[in-house]
């Protein structure tokens, strides 16, 4: 009793038991891993995944063996179908020449520059040789460099060598070309003749017979893509290369070597390459600093020594060092909206013009996206833009007789998104952006503003229709809004004219007409009409801006904006006079293909800049990357975030097509026009020359061969080129060269 009221009775205060010891705490949980937010990355590009298009010199001389597909580094891009690679002649190997003959182009540079083989006691320094055979009785073939005579000569039909001196005036530093011109012609589809090697070099050596060893390389495969070369003793391997910023070369392998390296001054000058190496590689391999050339062509050369026992390169690369973020994005479907804008310039509607209007709308867009700065049309024109933007293939893939059509074979972005759940609409201001041309394919609601509506076509009424066919409807959408406002004719609102026209200006309604009597000759444009047409032009763009600001107040008003996807897009350029021309479709240079490309996605894409170049053949494939949709395997685009996450980015090729079979190929700042005639090449370095103004073929040199190289190989596997397998022209990935026996 005395024990209850001492527990629980007034006397408790006094007289209080003895407390219970405190349960032990549980163990405090271990502080959580720290959580990388960024990686870093030192491969930048593989150079043995490049060799498809690397140069094989032995004993000194430059030697192409047209046995091998390899030689097509080496075929002009206009002579493609005149000479068939990889034939066999028995025990020997070379190409067939159909029609009247072929172009090869031929790099004088390195130890072959040709002010380091001035003309010794009368004769050239420099000489060539070609092995050949006719495939008609009697013929005859003339030899031509840079477009200049060599000589005449007839030739049997058994291989024969024959031999030329190159006189110092015809050659030059960096790529040259060598032009057979055969005078019979085979009959009936028949070859005309047949060549095997065409060998390049001192003229003492060319002329003393042909290598002494036979020198070049073979390829061991390992595990999964990776090979290594055996170098044979005697031989060099050139490699043409953008060197990164603060760059190294690292080179693993056994055997002894010498690594040489050099630019377009170098070649011009006379002057040697450098010396980086010279020695066995140890087991540790060696990094060898290119910091110095950060940003330049490079011409890069791994050479065995003669009379050794060879090499084996089992790592040769370019590499840089730097950090990305680690992806750890969303990936879910999500509202998309893509505005499409034909006839939209990034340098008006991205750019600041001094005295031009503002664009309020695209101004604050661009400060909340994701902009690409240097993004290119795939077209000058708008349906072949739409198919490759919605298909992932290129033009060449779409065209028929009939113009632009789409295969119902091909999978466009809304069928994508139309299997994974999404209400697809599309509403355009073209008239061909119709079923007809297979361009609706996977869309829920197609509205065309041309087709006797009765409701204005203008960006707005465009816009205006998209958000009401979705109203009411529940995520996940899809919008494609097919904007034409900025193609001519250039007809504004008055208040966004800019002030009154010039005397004898064109009406704004008639611009099409007198643009179209300007580009024949027929009317001349004096500067005041030109700026009068231009003003027009940017008050139509005032229409899409304000287009633009009635779409983020609606997606903002319903709360939706920063949870979906916004894409603008320019479709293609227009001219204005600045390489002669007006309207579109008529050229590939810059005016005509440099287009806007902002992404607003804050859920996945931070606010900045890519100043890569890239084309609208990887928008798609990009999109579908961002919402979690594996795309199909007919797209052949690749994702860009990779190159969206990489502060530099490897090297890519971008392309761009017209109807008459010319192209332009993007790759750096230097850009190639090929034209569909023999000589119709241009090359610009767009960082010194944005206009376009200087043509840098004759002396393009490494950034020639670069560029040309590079779309040789995506056009001999035109139709079939696949990105995310084999990369671009410009960065072979490993799987190319495996897939084509090289």
Known sequence: MFLLTCLFGPGCEAIKPEAAPAPASAPRPAAPAPVARIVTADLWQDLIAQRPGALTLVDGRLVVELGRVQARANLDLGTGAAIRLGEEFGEERGALVF?????????????????????????????????????????????????????HLSIGEEWERRTFSLPAALVRAGENRLRLHFSRLGRGGQPSAAIGRVEVGPRAAIVAGPATQPGGYRVHAGDGDEVSLDLAQGTSLVFYALAPRRGRLRVEGRGEVAVLVSTDAEHREGRPPALLLDGALGPAGRDLDLSGYGGQPLRIEVRTPAGGEGATLRVLQLVAGRSRPVDRRERKPRDLIVVAVEGARADDLLGVLLGGPRFPAVERLAAESLVFERAYAVSPWAVPTHAALLSSVPPPG?????????????????????????????????????????????????????????????????????????????????????????????????????????????????????????????????????????????????????????????????????????????????????????????????????????????????????????????????????????????????????LIDDPQPPPRLVTAYLGDGARAAVLGDYKLIVGSGRDAQRLYDLAADPGETRDLEDDGGIALRLTRTALAWEMAAEGRWKRSRWGTGADLQPAFALDHGM
Do not use: C
Not at 125 to 150: D, I, K, S, Y
């Open 398 to 642: 779409h065209a028929t007789v009939r113009g632009t059509f789409v295969a119902d074979g091909q999978v466009l972005l809304p069928e994508l998104l139309d299997r994974a759940g999404y209400y697809g609409v599309a509403v355009a201001a073209n008239a061909d952006f119709n079923a007809e041309r297979g361009l609706v394919q996977g869309l829920d609601h197609v509205r065309n503003l041309t087709q006797g509506t009765g409701a204005g076509k203008d960006a707005r009424s465009v816009v205006r229709a998209a958000l009401e066919a979705i109203t009411g409807r529940p995520a996940p959408r899809f919008v494609y809004a097919d904007v034409t406002d900025p193609q001519a004719p250039y007809d504004p609102p008055r208040e966004h004219v800019g002030g009154p026209p010039p005397p004898d200006a064109p009406l704004p309604h008639l611009t099409h007409l007198w643009l179209g009597r300007v580009r024949a000759g027929r009317v001349v444009a004096e500067p005041a009409q030109r700026d009068y047409v231009r003003r027009l032009y940017r008050g139509e763009l005032q229409v899409v801006d304000a287009a633009l600001a009635d779409l983020l107040a609606a997606l903002e008003e319903q709360g939706g904006l920063d949870e979906a996807a916004l894409v603008l897009v320019g479709l293609h350029g227009e001219e204005f006079f600045e390489h002669g021309g007006a309207l579109h479709g008529f050229s590939l240079h810059e005016e005509s293909l440099r287009v806007p490309l902002v992404i607003r996605a804050p859920a996945l894409l931070a606010p900045g800049r890519v100043t890569a170049p890239v084309d609208l053949l990887d928008l798609a494939p990009t999109l579908a990357d961002l919402l979690g949709l594996p795309f199909p395997p007919q797209w052949q685009g690749d994702s860009l975030v990779p």
């Open 99 to 151: 029609g009247a003959g072929g172009t090869l182009t031929l790099p004088l540079d390195g130890e072959l520059a040709p002010k380091l083989h001035p003309d010794s006691d009368g004769q050239p320094g420099l000489a060539m040789a070609v092995t050949l055979r006719a495939m008609v009785p009697g013929q005859a073939v003339t030899a031509l460099w840079n477009e200049q005579p060599l000589a």
